[in-house]
């Protein structure tokens, strides 16, 4: 996390803002596993008043890296001038503006929740759960990575999704021990945002690193 030289005012008026923000609504819903679940509309919806009425400003830039990631730095403003940023990394689903602005909106969204200390109104233990490292990251001033949203992502899954990923993750990487073509296997799944950050975690790194080889190397050769 960065922040300005002094976070006297700014941390005063988020801590008041903070008492009287709401939950976040759970009105969306995830097509695949039938849960609901707050998105980012909701999430501005249950803090914008609070920020506002004392003060503070919300402003997030993006970025991309070579990684296929897109990357959002939420930054609070405050009227005094005092600011604090945290930077969060995202891998994509798939190198192409719909996967771009799905895992944009989920960046977004995360980032921002963490930030101002948002949580769904209805959440359940294993959201809750999911929440924690988040939160904990901002407050030790460390970047939350990819990897460890990952692993949040995969905690916040029903014991239903966790099997089904399981049983995914197994797939790919027997695919990987035989050598085959991992890039082909995961676009022909048509994985969301979240269900490949979820399995992104239990995949070994000399997997993840295959897939990301095989990814570059199919870009490359599209633009040959």
């Not at 009287?20 to 039938?34: E, L, Q």
Request: aromatic share 6%; charged share 25%.
């Amino acid at each position: 996390m960065k922040t300005s030289d002094s976070i006297k005012d700014i941390s005063a008026a988020l801590a008041k803002a903070q008492a009287i923000m709401a939950g976040a609504r759970k009105d969306a819903t995830n097509p695949h596993y039938k849960s609901r679940y707050a998105d980012l509309a909701a999430v501005w919806e249950a803090c914008r008043k609070a920020l506002t009425d004392n003060e503070i400003a919300v402003v997030q830039m993006t970025n991309t890296s070579e990684k296929d990631e897109i990357i959002v730095e939420t930054r609070l403003v405050h009227s005094s001038g005092e600011w604090m940023e945290g930077r969060l990394a995202l891998p994509v689903s798939k190198a192409d503006a719909q996967g771009f602005g799905s895992a944009l909106t989920y960046a977004r969204r995360y980032g921002l929740s963490a930030a101002v200390g948002i949580a769904p109104e209805d959440d359940d233990g294993n959201l809750a759960a999911a929440a924690k490292p988040i939160k904990q990251a901002y407050a030790n001033g460390e970047a939350h990575t990819a990897r460890a949203v990952a692993v949040d992502a995969f905690e916040a899954m029903s014991e239903e999704s966790k099997t089904w990923l399981r049983e995914q993750a197994i797939e790919i990487i027997d695919i990987a021990e035989k050598n085959g073509n991992l890039h082909a296997h995961i676009e022909a799944q048509n994985y969301d945002t979240e269900e490949k950050l979820a399995l992104w975690s239990l995949l070994p790194s000399n997997v993840r690193s295959a897939i990301k080889k095989q990814q570059n190397g199919a870009r490359l050769a599209s633009q040959a």
